[in-house]
Nanobody, 115 residues
Framework: QVQVAESGGGLVQAGGSLRLTCVASRTVSSVDSMAWYRQAPGKQRELVASITRGGITNYADFVKGRFTISKDNAVTTVYLQMNSLKPEDTAVYYC?????????WGQGTQVTVSS
């Protein structure tokens, strides 16, 4: 089992920045990959960005150039630096860790961007 916990959400004005942090439990030395998803009210959960243990990153088109995902060496902690935030970025942001082929989700952290 891997426990995942997000932090760093909050309220920010449009154009501002936030950094989200996701920590996987210390029971594992590393995980295969970690990713950030988001879900806005009435919408499906969607991938924002992901990073593998080898450092390969992937971004959704709607955040390219604005968000950056990074990790510690062991991929037990990942960060999502969000710049130039827009009201449409308002959502609950979830972290997912993948370990030995199984996904593990956090409880989510709310990000609200005011116009």
């Amino acid at each position: 089992q891997v426990q995942v916990a997000e932090s760093g959400g909050g309220l920010v004005q449009a154009g501002g920045s936030l950094r989200l942090t996701c920590v996987a439990s210390r029971t594992v030395s590393s995980v295969d990959s970690m990713a950030w998803y988001r879900q806005a009210p009435g919408k499906q959960r969607e991938l924002v960005a992901s990073i593998t243990r080898g450092g390969i990153t992937n971004y959704a088109d709607f955040v390219k150039g604005r968000f950056t995902i990074s990790k510690d060496n062991a991929v037990t902690t990942v960060y999502l630096q969000m710049n130039s935030l827009k009201p449409e970025d308002t959502a609950v942001y979830y972290c997912k860790a993948r370990h030995l082929g199984s996904p593990y989700w956090g409880q989510g952290t709310q990000v609200t961007v005011s116009s």
